[in-house]
Protein backbone atom coordinates (compact mmCIF):
# COMPACT_ATOMS: atom_id res chain seq x y z
CA UNK A 1 0.00 0.00 0.00
CA UNK A 2 1.24 2.84 -0.72
CA UNK A 3 1.69 6.32 1.54
CA UNK A 4 -1.05 8.06 -0.45
CA UNK A 5 -3.62 6.81 -2.33
CA UNK A 6 -5.73 8.73 -5.02
CA UNK A 7 -9.15 7.25 -6.35
CA UNK A 8 -9.79 7.45 -9.45
CA UNK A 9 -7.06 7.81 -11.28
CA UNK A 10 -8.91 9.59 -14.20
CA UNK A 11 -12.21 11.43 -14.63
CA UNK A 12 -14.10 12.62 -17.08
CA UNK A 13 -17.34 14.35 -16.43
CA UNK A 14 -19.88 16.88 -18.43
CA UNK A 15 -20.26 20.53 -16.81
CA UNK A 16 -23.49 19.62 -15.05
CA UNK A 17 -22.13 16.08 -13.20
CA UNK A 18 -21.53 15.85 -9.70
CA UNK A 19 -18.15 13.53 -8.95
CA UNK A 20 -16.02 13.13 -5.92
CA UNK A 21 -12.50 12.62 -5.75
CA UNK A 22 -11.14 10.43 -3.03
CA UNK A 23 -7.62 10.70 -0.87
CA UNK A 24 -6.28 8.77 1.64
CA UNK A 25 -2.88 8.48 3.44
CA UNK A 26 -1.50 5.51 5.43
CA UNK A 27 1.51 7.15 7.04
CA UNK A 28 -0.33 8.88 10.07
CA UNK A 29 -0.11 12.48 9.16
CA UNK A 30 -1.93 15.16 10.74
CA UNK A 31 -2.15 17.67 7.71
CA UNK A 32 -3.69 16.54 4.15
CA UNK A 33 -3.48 19.00 0.93
CA UNK A 34 -5.31 19.53 -2.15
CA UNK A 35 -3.24 20.75 -5.25
CA UNK A 36 -4.61 21.81 -8.51
CA UNK A 37 -1.52 21.33 -11.33
CA UNK A 38 -2.03 22.36 -14.84
CA UNK A 39 0.10 22.38 -17.61
CA UNK A 40 3.20 24.77 -17.41
CA UNK A 41 2.08 26.58 -14.08
CA UNK A 42 3.17 26.42 -11.23
CA UNK A 43 1.25 23.89 -8.85
CA UNK A 44 -1.68 25.63 -7.48
CA UNK A 45 -2.75 25.13 -3.42
CA UNK A 46 -6.22 24.86 -3.16
CA UNK A 47 -7.39 23.91 0.35
CA UNK A 48 -5.19 22.58 3.79
CA UNK A 49 -7.17 20.23 6.77
CA UNK A 50 -5.13 20.11 10.16
CA UNK A 51 -6.38 17.27 12.37
CA UNK A 52 -9.42 17.85 10.27
CA UNK A 53 -10.29 21.51 10.50
CA UNK A 54 -10.02 23.10 7.02
CA UNK A 55 -6.97 25.75 7.85
CA UNK A 56 -6.52 27.25 4.24
CA UNK A 57 -8.81 28.02 1.26
CA UNK A 58 -6.92 29.91 -1.58
CA UNK A 59 -9.61 31.52 -3.13
CA UNK A 60 -10.92 28.18 -4.81
CA UNK A 61 -14.65 28.47 -6.73
CA UNK A 62 -17.62 26.89 -4.54
CA UNK A 63 -17.91 24.61 -7.44
CA UNK A 64 -15.09 22.52 -5.87
CA UNK A 65 -16.04 21.31 -2.29
CA UNK A 66 -13.42 19.96 0.65
CA UNK A 67 -14.69 17.64 3.25
CA UNK A 68 -12.05 15.84 5.72
CA UNK A 69 -13.81 13.64 7.51
CA UNK A 70 -11.08 12.35 9.76
CA UNK A 71 -6.71 13.19 9.58
CA UNK A 72 -6.56 9.61 7.08
CA UNK A 73 -9.24 10.45 4.10
CA UNK A 74 -10.05 14.22 2.37
CA UNK A 75 -12.48 14.73 -0.42
CA UNK A 76 -13.04 17.02 -2.57
CA UNK A 77 -16.40 17.41 -4.32
CA UNK A 78 -17.15 18.51 -7.75
CA UNK A 79 -20.31 19.88 -9.63
CA UNK A 80 -20.84 22.13 -12.29
CA UNK A 81 -17.01 22.33 -13.42
CA UNK A 82 -15.88 24.19 -16.26
CA UNK A 83 -13.57 22.85 -19.36
CA UNK A 84 -11.01 25.03 -17.51
CA UNK A 85 -11.22 22.98 -14.43
CA UNK A 86 -9.46 20.11 -16.36
CA UNK A 87 -6.12 19.55 -14.66
CA UNK A 88 -4.40 16.94 -12.75
CA UNK A 89 -5.67 17.79 -8.98
CA UNK A 90 -3.05 16.32 -6.75
CA UNK A 91 -3.73 15.20 -2.62
CA UNK A 92 -0.72 15.53 -0.16
CA UNK A 93 -0.29 15.16 3.35
CA UNK A 94 2.29 16.05 5.74
CA UNK A 95 3.23 15.39 9.41
CA UNK A 96 2.32 18.85 10.95
CA UNK A 97 0.46 21.68 9.46
CA UNK A 98 2.97 23.06 7.15
CA UNK A 99 5.99 23.70 9.25
CA UNK A 100 8.33 25.88 7.07
CA UNK A 101 10.64 22.15 6.83
CA UNK A 102 8.10 19.85 6.24
CA UNK A 103 8.08 17.89 3.50
CA UNK A 104 5.17 17.22 1.68
CA UNK A 105 3.66 13.10 0.26
CA UNK A 106 1.82 13.09 -2.61
CA UNK A 107 -0.57 10.76 -4.31
CA UNK A 108 -0.41 10.05 -8.20
CA UNK A 109 -3.07 12.53 -8.71
CA UNK A 110 -6.75 11.93 -10.79
CA UNK A 111 -6.70 13.62 -14.26
CA UNK A 112 -9.63 15.27 -14.59
CA UNK A 113 -11.51 16.43 -17.81
CA UNK A 114 -14.48 18.89 -18.18
CA UNK A 115 -16.51 18.45 -21.05
CA UNK B 1 5.88 37.59 -1.92
CA UNK B 2 7.64 34.72 -2.81
CA UNK B 3 8.42 33.34 -5.76
CA UNK B 4 9.89 30.13 -7.83
CA UNK B 5 10.82 30.76 -11.45
CA UNK B 6 12.10 27.36 -13.06
CA UNK B 7 13.07 28.98 -16.70
CA UNK B 8 13.38 25.58 -18.42
CA UNK B 9 9.99 24.14 -19.60
CA UNK B 10 11.50 21.25 -21.39
CA UNK B 11 14.76 19.80 -21.56
CA UNK B 12 15.71 16.81 -23.99
CA UNK B 13 19.30 15.12 -23.89
CA UNK B 14 20.66 11.69 -24.91
CA UNK B 15 21.27 8.99 -22.34
CA UNK B 16 24.79 9.85 -20.18
CA UNK B 17 24.60 12.97 -20.94
CA UNK B 18 24.76 15.35 -17.90
CA UNK B 19 21.78 17.96 -17.72
CA UNK B 20 21.46 20.95 -15.39
CA UNK B 21 17.75 21.89 -14.23
CA UNK B 22 17.54 25.58 -13.28
CA UNK B 23 15.81 27.28 -9.53
CA UNK B 24 15.80 30.84 -8.97
CA UNK B 25 13.69 31.65 -6.47
CA UNK B 26 12.32 35.22 -4.61
CA UNK B 27 11.63 35.68 -0.71
CA UNK B 28 12.32 38.57 1.79
CA UNK B 29 12.27 35.91 4.82
CA UNK B 30 16.09 35.13 5.97
CA UNK B 31 15.09 32.10 6.90
CA UNK B 32 13.54 29.43 4.31
CA UNK B 33 14.11 26.24 2.45
CA UNK B 34 14.50 24.75 -0.71
CA UNK B 35 13.10 21.38 -1.89
CA UNK B 36 13.44 19.81 -5.45
CA UNK B 37 10.67 16.96 -6.11
CA UNK B 38 10.53 14.55 -9.11
CA UNK B 39 6.98 13.27 -10.61
CA UNK B 40 7.36 10.41 -13.02
CA UNK B 41 4.92 9.60 -15.72
CA UNK B 42 2.83 7.97 -12.53
CA UNK B 43 2.06 11.48 -11.35
CA UNK B 44 2.99 11.49 -7.29
CA UNK B 45 5.64 14.08 -6.78
CA UNK B 46 8.36 12.33 -5.04
CA UNK B 47 10.88 14.55 -3.05
CA UNK B 48 14.51 14.74 -3.74
CA UNK B 49 16.21 17.04 -1.08
CA UNK B 50 15.85 19.77 1.56
CA UNK B 51 18.53 22.36 2.10
CA UNK B 52 17.82 25.33 4.76
CA UNK B 53 18.75 29.07 4.00
CA UNK B 54 21.88 29.03 6.59
CA UNK B 55 23.15 25.62 4.88
CA UNK B 56 25.45 26.51 1.57
CA UNK B 57 27.38 23.26 1.17
CA UNK B 58 26.26 21.67 -2.45
CA UNK B 59 25.16 18.21 -2.01
CA UNK B 60 25.86 15.20 -3.77
CA UNK B 61 23.27 11.98 -3.91
CA UNK B 62 25.08 9.63 -6.70
CA UNK B 63 24.14 10.98 -9.79
CA UNK B 64 22.45 13.66 -8.17
CA UNK B 65 24.09 16.88 -7.01
CA UNK B 66 22.65 20.24 -6.17
CA UNK B 67 23.97 23.95 -5.86
CA UNK B 68 22.89 26.17 -3.55
CA UNK B 69 24.25 30.36 -4.26
CA UNK B 70 22.50 32.70 -1.91
CA UNK B 71 24.35 35.65 -4.07
CA UNK B 72 22.07 34.48 -7.17
CA UNK B 73 18.64 33.27 -5.19
CA UNK B 74 19.79 29.75 -7.34
CA UNK B 75 19.23 26.30 -6.08
CA UNK B 76 20.01 24.03 -9.45
CA UNK B 77 20.06 20.80 -9.56
CA UNK B 78 22.42 18.42 -11.58
CA UNK B 79 21.64 14.86 -12.99
CA UNK B 80 25.36 13.34 -13.93
CA UNK B 81 25.63 10.51 -16.56
CA UNK B 82 21.50 10.74 -17.25
CA UNK B 83 19.62 7.90 -17.63
CA UNK B 84 16.20 6.95 -19.80
CA UNK B 85 14.77 6.62 -15.39
CA UNK B 86 15.43 10.21 -15.09
CA UNK B 87 12.94 11.38 -17.51
CA UNK B 88 10.20 13.18 -15.38
CA UNK B 89 9.25 16.19 -14.28
CA UNK B 90 11.02 18.36 -11.62
CA UNK B 91 9.85 20.98 -9.40
CA UNK B 92 11.70 22.99 -6.99
CA UNK B 93 9.79 24.34 -4.30
CA UNK B 94 10.71 27.68 -1.95
CA UNK B 95 9.27 27.77 1.78
CA UNK B 96 8.98 30.51 3.65
CA UNK B 97 6.94 31.74 7.03
CA UNK B 98 4.69 28.31 6.53
CA UNK B 99 4.10 29.49 2.77
CA UNK B 100 5.26 26.86 0.28
CA UNK B 101 5.65 27.95 -3.37
CA UNK B 102 6.28 25.94 -6.23
CA UNK B 103 7.77 26.57 -9.44
CA UNK B 104 6.02 25.15 -13.28
CA UNK B 105 8.34 22.55 -13.58
CA UNK B 106 10.73 21.30 -16.06
CA UNK B 107 9.91 18.11 -18.12
CA UNK B 108 13.31 16.17 -18.78
CA UNK B 109 13.60 13.51 -21.55
CA UNK B 110 16.61 11.34 -21.39
CA UNK B 111 16.68 9.02 -24.74
CA UNK B 112 18.18 6.12 -25.24
Known amino acids: ETGVTQTPRHLVMGMTNKKSLKCEQHLGHNAMYWYKQSAKKPLELMFV???????ENNSVPSRFSPECPNSSHLFLHLHTLQPEDSALYLCASSQDLRETNEKLFFGSGTQLSVL | AQKVTQAQTEISVVEKEDVTLDCVYETRDTTYYLFWYKQPPSGELVFLIRRNSFDEQNEISGRYSWNFQKSTSSFNFTITASQVVDSAVYFCALSASNDMRFGAGTRLTVKP
Open chain 1, 49 to 55: YNFKEQT
